[in-house]
């Protein structure tokens, strides 16, 4: 699904009198981690495009003057999942979610704003305690003056429909542009950060951050020996 994100010039005034920040390194897209971290999301990506035959090229490389925004997923937020009746346990799960890959590009040159396209990959999963085939998850982009403020946020739905006897899914959802109008020609992408991530209950932003984790279809094992 295509989507636009516009942000009005006026949000951006408080960015006008902001001084030039040193230039960082281009973040090309995806979520931040240690060496340890990238070679696990790897193997398990390569995995994931065996099993699914994900074999999509990367987006095309777009013309800039200068660094892209920072893309990422807020950690709070990279993961979703229900809980029946608040038991935290694999057999209580419901629908589940988790933004698996970011893929961005951005462009501008001159007096030109910032253009981004962003490609969002989820892993969506469908625990014992789901009720029903079908769920609409809700996700946001929001785009912060670095490290500072929220210049704008906007939601999203994704719906998403399990086939028969399946309780994992993979979905892209496509952000065509995100337009950041820059306050002189010396703003630069560096002064944006675009943060991706679910709209999360306080419980659920709780359990992400406590680094608690279970499988994207956790406890249908578990249901599964119970009724063989």
Partial sequence: MRRILLIAAAALIAVTAMPSPKAYAQLGGGRGGDADRQDQDAAKKKKRDEEWGDNQA???????????PFVKTLYDAARY????????????????????????GCAYKD?????????????????????????????WVAVTQRNKMVIAKKYFDLPVTFPAGQDRVYA???????????????????????????????????FNRDGKRFRLNAGQAAESASNP
């Fill in 58 to 68: 990367p987006l095309p490389a777009l013309r800039n003057a200068g660094p892209c």
């Fill in 81 to 104: 999942i229900e809980f029946k009746d608040d038991k935290v346990g694999s057999a209580d799960t419901g629908f589940t979610g988790e933004i698996q890959n970011i893929s961005a």
């Fill in 111 to 139: 007096a030109e704003p910032i253009k981004v396209r962003m490609e969002i990959l989820f892993e969506l999963g469908r625990g014992p305690q789901a009720q029903g085939s079908s769920k609409t998850y809700r996700y």
């Fill in 172 to 206: 892209t959802d496509t952000i065509e542009e995100i337009v950041i109008p820059r306050a002189t020609l010396t703003t630069s992408g560096s002064n944006f950060e675009i943060l991706v991530g679910f709209d999360v209950t306080p419980e659920m932003a709780a």
